[in-house]
């Protein structure tokens, strides 16, 4: 797939666990380990918004595009 998923590499940077994340977004963490995956079909932009705000963050630090 060509869209690359960051997000662990986000929370490492902000000292922060998968767990913690979940509960400050709101959603459960099986959802958020799909969508670390990058087995998400689709991410809500209000998700997306959540997990900016709670790690102080950029989309483009948590997505990425690359040719195949």
Same mark, same amino acid.
């Not at 902000?14 to 400050?24: D, F, G, T, V, Y």
């Not at 459960?28 to 932009?45: D, H, M, P, Q, Y």
């Given at each position: 797939?060509?869209?690359? $998923?960051?997000? %662990? &590499? *986000?929370?490492? %940077?902000?000292?922060?666990? @998968?767990? !913690?994340?979940?509960?400050? *977004?709101?959603?459960?963490?099986?959802? #958020? @380990? $799909?969508?670390?995956?990058?087995?998400?079909?689709? *991410?809500?932009? @209000?998700?997306? !918004?959540? $997990? =900016?705000?709670?790690? /102080? =963050? &950029?989309?483009? /630090?948590? #997505?990425?595009?690359? !040719? !195949?």
């Amino acid at each position: 797939m060509p869209i690359i $998923i960051n997000l %662990d &590499q *986000v929370l490492a %940077d902000r000292n922060k666990k @998968s767990k !913690e994340l979940a509960e400050m *977004v709101g959603i459960t963490e099986a959802n #958020l @380990s $799909i969508l670390k995956s990058g087995r998400a079909k689709a *991410v809500r932009f @209000s998700t997306l !918004e959540a $997990i =900016c705000k709670a790690l /102080d =963050c &950029q989309p483009g /630090d948590i #997505l990425a595009y690359t !040719e !195949e």
